[in-house]
């Protein structure tokens, strides 16, 4: 099974139809599936230019991993590249389970050259497109691919059944080798060099030069409906997405169901994933898939256009394709007004349990900074902080030295609040941009309710970030631009059916609010999905603390567990 490829596995299962004529179902037991994940390079040509690149069972993109709610997975990743490597289910709650996780130095110590390791985890009341990824230096520039998790057998979609499905991996492209560019940009501290094309299913389409051949086309018949599922498995680009003349319907984001509405393009953040409707209700032709970056803060970016091809039967491929009309590159107003559609779908077999009551209230500042550096270009490096403090990697897992209590590791005196109040967004903070170093960590009493503001700060730049919590899912019960104000905005929540997400996009001068039930034990990376800033400091961890109950204590590690 591990070289799955992007195979349409039908959706509607066959015994809806023995109900239709009235025979009794009885729900199969959850089954085991396997997959095998060589992690190997080979040369892969983009853009006239060919590099060894790191792949899962040399696919770029990797392997779709499908499977069922309620099933287990086993996947058997072997290391032949010449990285120590580890693998991130991005979305998966595993409940007790951070060994399956996969953050480097956070849930476990990597595989190294010439090892395997078996993350093996229960999919539990999840259902809908997540992904997978490499979760160690920048690797999941080429290591990531899809997770399709379908609905339960007998659940029924809260939407009417489309009739095929694609995979749509948006991504970023180097010519040059990713982890030699970061490693001269941290010599110089300074960011390094920008992508040079953005990708769909990995391919940039034929706006890039030699890219005609790597084009990704999609074939579509008049009159049927096709469900997308859209991953941003960018670095460090928000993009927007589009499709010529044809409508996007909006019912899944992060694999939680919401209240459909449709839009001519969406917004996702690197980490984000949506789930689409489109009707290829239009004049048979040629039309552009297309993604470019959304970026409103004062910075450069790789703003190239990434196309693929919807194709109606029977089309040549002498037709020119339609572009799409895709918002500017800096259309705040877009963003916001879009982010503001997303509804948890709140129905009786799909409830938002959005916490009413918060034991733990949390903000925290994400701020930009320089610190001193003496072997850089200018004798200093930039860096980035939540609530000052530039986070440092241990040396061995965090969850390790948590559950077997090693002492020295980390400590759990993270700031509930920042240490010095100041106006956070109003004119650019140029002075006192040093920060705290240190691995510090939030500890949260088990089943507490959590309330995060999470505040842009004008430290050098406002920049819009987004935020993933690893092991959990939050409600987005508030956003707005500016400061946070505490006595006003609260009353503004949404609690009765807040987008459901694992990963939220903070706005460029602005703050956001998420809310959670801390009910899955163990050690959680939180961290900005932007790799370059997560790569200078912007992440921590939350300890979350054993229940009382049986199940409700963080399980013991596995045998193969890797070893630092």
């Not at 015994?15 to 009885?26: D, E, K, R, S």
């Not at 992060?254 to 917004?267: G, H, R, W």
């Not at 270009?377 to 930039?382: P, V, W, Y």
């Amino acid at each position: 099974m591990g070289m799955a490829n992007r195979e349409n596995i039908p959706l509607v299962p066959f015994f809806y139809f023995f109900c239709m004529l009235g025979f009794v179902f009885i729900p199969t037991e959850a089954a085991l599936k396997k997959y095998q994940f060589n992690i190997q390079v080979m040369n892969v040509s983009r853009l006239c230019h060919a590099k060894p690149i790191v792949t899962v069972n040399g696919m770029f993109p990797g392997p779709t991993i499908y499977v069922r709610e309620g099933d287990r997975v086993l996947v058997n990743v072997t290391n032949s590249a010449q990285y120590n490597m580890s693998i991130h289910w991005h979305g998966l709650k595993q409940y007790r389970n951070g060994w399956a996780d996969g953050p480097a130095y956070i849930t476990q110590c990597p595989i190294k050259t010439g090892r395997s390791y078996v993350y093996d985890f229960k999919v539990t009341g999840q259902r809908g497109t997540l992904w997978w990824h490499a979760h160690i230096f920048w690797l999941r520039a080429t290591v990531y691919g899809a997770i399709v998790i379908m609905p339960k057998q007998g659940t029924p979609l809260p939407f009417p059944q489309p009739e095929r499905e694609e995979t749509i991996l948006l991504g970023e492209w180097w010519n040059n080798d990713v982890e030699e560019l970061v490693n001269q940009g941290n010599k110089l501290g300074l960011p390094p060099n920008m992508s040079d094309a953005h990708t769909i299913n990995g391919k940039p389409g034929p706006l890039f030069p030699c890219s005609d051949k790597h084009t990704f086309a999609m074939e579509v018949e008049q009159g049927k409906t096709y469900l997308l599922r859209i991953i941003n498995a960018a670095l460090n680009d928000e993009l927007f997405f589009a499709i010529a003349g044809h409508n996007l319907t909006v019912v899944e984001v992060d694999a939680v169901y919401t209240k459909p509405f449709t839009t001519q393009s969406i917004l996702i953040a690197p980490g984000q994933t949506t789930n689409v409707i489109v009707q290829a209700s239009q004049v048979p032709s040629r039309y552009f898939m297309a993604a470019r970056p959304f970026m409103d803060a004062p910075l450069s970016i790789d703003n190239k256009t990434a196309t693929a091809i919807l194709q109606y039967k029977g089309i040549p491929n002498t037709v020119l394709p339609i572009l799409p009309q895709l918002p500017a590159p800096n259309d705040t107003t877009f963003a916001l007004s879009y982010n503001a559609k997303l509804r948890s779908l709140n129905s009786p077999q799909f409830p938002a349990n959005v916490p009413l009551k918060v034991d733990r209230h949390l903000f925290y500042t994400i701020g930009l900074g320089i610190n001193p550096c003496p072997t850089c270009l200018n004798g200093t490096q930039l860096t980035a902080s939540l609530n000052n403090i530039t986070f440092v990697m241990a040396q061995i897992g965090l969850l390790q030295a948590h559950y077997f209590n090693i002492k020295g590791v980390f400590r759990t005196d993270f700031p509930d609040r920042p240490p010095t109040p100041f106006n956070y967004t109003g004119a650019p903070l140029t002075a006192n941009l040093g920060t705290t170093l240190g691995t510090r960590l939030s500890k949260i009493a088990f089943n507490s309710t959590v309330e995060l503001v999470l505040q842009d700060t004008n430290l050098l730049s406002v920049e819009s970030h987004p935020f993933h919590l690893h092991g959990y899912n939050f409600f987005i019960v508030g956003t707005g631009v500016g400061n946070f104000n505490p006595s006003k905005d609260p009353a503004k929540f949404n609690l009765v059916d807040p987008p459901e997400r694992n990963t939220v996009g903070v706005p460029t001068g602005g703050w956001t609010a998420i809310r959670f039930r801390a009910d899955n034990p163990g050690v959680w990376f939180m961290h900005c999905h932007l790799e370059l800033h997560t790569s200078w400091g912007l992440k921590t961890a939350f300890v979350v603390e054993n229940g009382k109950g049986a199940d409700q204590s963080v399980l013991p590690p596995p045998k193969d567990l890797p070893l630092c």
